[in-house]
């Protein structure tokens, strides 16, 4: 294989086609002592003449014809697959979307991914699961597509993309008996706390910082999820420390109010992650800046997808 390139094969099928070497030569955009020498390689390689000269031109010799379909054979393959290039129509795909992702981002911003895949890819499917240990590998392996949330302990290998910033508010049912239009450091330490303990999100790292800068907080009631955290406070006198999305969410549902929280808290970001691997993938891609886009302007403005451990300022 080796002593055999795409030209010579080109040159054979010219060749044989037009019966001329100088207009296989003027068809290929060669010089007439350049075919030459690739016919020579030809017949040393094949050890038969492979066309001789005869009427009306140059005649293909019997190992000649028994060779042209092969090589057109091969020719048409390689042309075949030249042309394939890694492409995604969301309009026709029915591909699945795996993506991780937080209670918060499943309640905050999964609807609106939802409704505008639906819009602009209808037959593509979405399955969602939760952030773990586990996530960084199955990103690898593409067992997931995409992650949504806060991955600070992730290695080399994956890209990272900003979406937006959030803060904290104090979340509590309208009519709280005992708090008025403003949320005060001593009624906020007073009252009687509800936390999520979640894990996959920056807000972690807004629960350690309360936990360091008001340890005389008391959280009387602890759950793993957000799912239900509306109801919990509308029908209680207890306070919830959540991320400003999430409040503006669960006030459209219940019976709700949102106040500052009255101790200095960091703002924490919301990101997506992917693989290396992935990176070029057309429909990966497609699926990235659908979220990109439609997150653009939320709190901040996305930032260039970057390797992470790469990010720009």
Avoid at 81 to 91: C, G, I, N
Avoid at 125 to 145: K, N, V, Y
Avoid at 242 to 257: F, G, I, K, S, T
Wanted: aromatic residues 6%.
């Amino acid at each position: 294989m080796n002593d055999i390139d795409l030209k010579l094969l080109q040159i054979f099928d010219e060749i044989y086609t037009g019966g001329s070497v100088s207009r296989a030569a003027e068809k290929l955009a060669l010089s007439q002592p350049t075919l030459s020498v690739g016919l020579s390689k030809l017949r040393r390689r094949f050890n038969d003449p492979l066309f001789v000269r005869g009427a009306g031109g140059m005649r293909p010799t019997p190992h000649a014809e028994a060779l042209i379909e092969p090589i057109r054979e091969v020719l048409r393959l390689l042309q075949y697959t030249l042309s394939l290039q890694a492409v995604f129509d969301p309009m026709s795909s029915a591909r699945v979307f795996r993506i991780a992702m937080t209670d918060i981002s499943q309640v905050v911003l999964l609807p609106q991914i939802l409704a505008q895949v639906r819009v602009t890819a209808p037959n593509v499917r979405i399955e969602t699961s939760h952030i773990s240990a586990d996530t960084p590998t199955q990103l690898e392996t593409g067992e997931i597509d995409l992650t949504i949330g806060y991955m600070p302990h992730i290695e080399a290998g994956f890209y990272q993309q900003k979406l937006f910033d959030d803060h904290v508010v104090c979340l509590l049912r309208t009519g709280h008996p005992r708090i008025g239009p403003r949320l005060t450091l001593k009624s906020y330490l007073s009252e009687a706390h509800l936390e999520v303990q979640v894990t996959g999100s920056g807000f972690v790292a807004v629960t350690k910082m309360l936990e360091t800068e008001a340890p005389q907080r008391r959280v009387h009631l602890r759950i793993p999820s957000y799912l239900g955290i509306g109801e919990i406070l509308a029908g209680s006198d207890l306070l919830a420390t959540v991320p400003h999305l999430l409040a503006d969410v669960l006030q459209r549902r219940n019976a709700l109010r949102a106040l500052p929280v009255p101790i200095g808290l960091p703002c924490f970001t919301i990101r997506q992650y992917w693989h290396a691997r992935f990176h070029h993938n057309p429909a990966c891609r497609w699926i990235r800046q659908t979220v990109g886009d439609l997150f653009n302007g939320l709190g901040s403005s996305v930032t260039p997808e970057h390797p992470v451990g790469e990010e720009q300022s």
